[in-house]
T-cell receptor
Framework: TAGITQAPTSQILAAGRSMTLRCTQD?????MYWYRQDLGLGLRLIHY???????GKGEVPDGYSVSRANTDDFPLTLASAVPSQTSVYFC?????????????FGPGTRLTVL | GQNIDQPTEMTATEGAIVQINCTYQ??????LFWYQQHAGEAPTFLSY??LDGLEEKGRFSSFLSRSKGYSYLLLKELQMKDSASYLC??????????WGAGTKLIIKP
C-alpha cells in the first residue's frame, strides 16, 4: 500500500504566488495533519482535520488554509507565499484524532519561497 | 509555555549503547512518543509511553518518569542504519502533540 503520498516533492515558488500542496492517504484514517519542519525547531502543526468535513487550526495556521472534502485528501494552500514559508511540509494521518494514535507521515514537500 | 528539551546531537560507536534524553514541561500529559527520522525522510513511529517505567522493543527501549518530566530512548547494539534524528513528542492536556527539535545521532564505525 502507498500509505500517504505528497506532491510535489519539491518546489521553488516566487513570493506572492499561490500554491497547493497535495496529500492523499489510502489507509482510511479519519484524522489528517499538516506540519512544517524547520532546522532547529520541532515539527509545528499548521492545520488538522479529525474527520472529513471538519478542520482546525494548529500552532502556526496564519497564511495557510486547508479543506477536507473527503477522507483521503487533505490539500494545504498558501494563498500568497512569503519567504518565511520556506520549509519542509509533512502531511500525516492517524486512525482517529484522539492524539494517542500513531501518526503516519508522508515523504514531505520541500518548498522554497524566493 | 510548553517546552521539550533534547540534546541537539550525539555521537556513538557501532555496536555500543546510547541513551537519548528528553525532558518536558507541558500543560498536562497524556503520553510521550518517540519517532525516528532519517535524513530527508519522513518521521516513523518508535514508541509510546503513558505509564512510568521501561518498555522494551527489540534493540530499542523507552523509559518514562512522569514525576520528573523525563524520558529516554535507549538504543542497544548500534548499527550504522541507526544514524538518524530521534524526535520526542508529548501529548498535552488538549491532546495536541508538542514536538522537540530532535536529536541527531551519528554512528561511527
Amino acid at each position: 500500500t502507498a500509505g500517504i503520498t505528497q506532491a510535489p516533492t519539491s518546489q521553488i515558488l516566487a513570493a506572492g504566488r499561490s500554491m497547493t500542496l497535495r496529500c492523499t492517504q489510502d489507509m482510511r484514517h479519519n484524522a489528517m495533519y499538516w506540519y512544517r519542519q524547520d532546522l532547529g525547531l520541532g515539527l509545528r502543526l499548521i492545520h488538522y482535520s479529525n474527520t472529513a468535513g471538519t478542520t482546525g487550526k494548529g500552532e502556526v495556521p496564519d497564511g495557510y488554509s486547508v479543506s477536507r472534502a473527503n477522507t483521503d485528501d487533505f490539500p494545504l494552500t498558501l494563498a500568497s507565499a512569503v519567504p518565511s514559508q520556506t520549509s519542509v511540509y509533512f502531511c500525516a494521518s492517524s486512525d482517529t484524532g484522539q492524539g494517542t494514535d500513531t501518526q503516519y507521515f508522508g515523504p514531505g514537500t520541500r518548498l522554497t519561497v524566493l | 509555555g510548553q517546552n521539550i528539551d533534547q540534546p541537539t546531537e550525539m555521537t556513538a560507536t557501532e555496536g555500543a549503547i546510547v541513551q537519548i534524553n528528553c525532558t518536558y514541561q507541558t500543560s498536562g500529559f497524556n503520553g510521550l512518543f518517540w519517532y525516528q527520522q532519517h535524513a530527508g525522510e519522513a518521521p516513523t513511529f518508535l514508541s509510546y509511553n503513558v505509564l512510568d517505567g521501561l518498555e522494551e522493543k527489540g534493540r530499542f527501549s523507552s523509559f518514562l518518569s512522569r514525576s520528573k518530566g523525563y524520558s529516554y530512548l535507549l538504543l542497544k547494539e548500534l548499527q550504522m542504519k541507526d544514524s538518524a534524528s530521534y524526535l520526542c513528542a508529548v501529548l498535552d492536556s488538549n491532546y495536541q502533540l508538542i514536538w522537540g527539535a530532535g536529536t541527531k545521532l551519528i554512528i561511527k564505525p
